[in-house]
């Protein structure tokens, strides 16, 4: 099992930044990646960023490239989520969710993801 807390939410205002930390802990061993996916009210969750440990490649969601930075220190076992120029509609519950090895489908389908946070709230004011 492994275990993933995150924490950084908060309330800010459009333009501000915020940084996100999501902490695994557990058998670590057993992923290889991590992402980001938020839920907004009403709406579905929708992945946001991911990093793979193995080589610390990224990918984004096309609505967050250029303002998000997704990050990881693999000795701490933890993923950051850098969010810059924040705006409304980046409002949101955020989770962190971990990756096994050997898993299938797509990196930006929360199906891909074995484990997941509790969720950490982001709210922006306009």
């Known amino acids: 099992q492994v275990q993933l807390v995150e924490s950084g939410g908060g309330l800010v205002q459009a333009g501000d930044s915020l940084r996100l930390s999501c902490a695994a802990s557990?058998?670590?061993?057993?992923?290889?990646?991590m992402a980001w996916f938020r839920q907004a009210p009403g709406k579905e969750r929708e992945f946001v960023a991911r990093i793979r440990w193995t080589d610390s490649s990224t990918l984004y969601a096309d609505s967050v490239k250029g303002r998000f930075t997704i990050s990881g220190d693999n000795e701490k076992n933890t993923v950051y989520l850098q969010m810059n120029s924040l705006k409304p509609e980046d409002a949101a519950v955020y989770y962190c969710a971990a990756r096994t090895i050997g898993s299938s489908g797509a990196a930006g389908s929360s199906e891909s993801y074995a484990y997941w946070g509790q969720g950490t709230q982001v709210t922006v004011s306009s």
């Open positions: 557990g058998r670590t061993s057993s992923t290889y990646a």
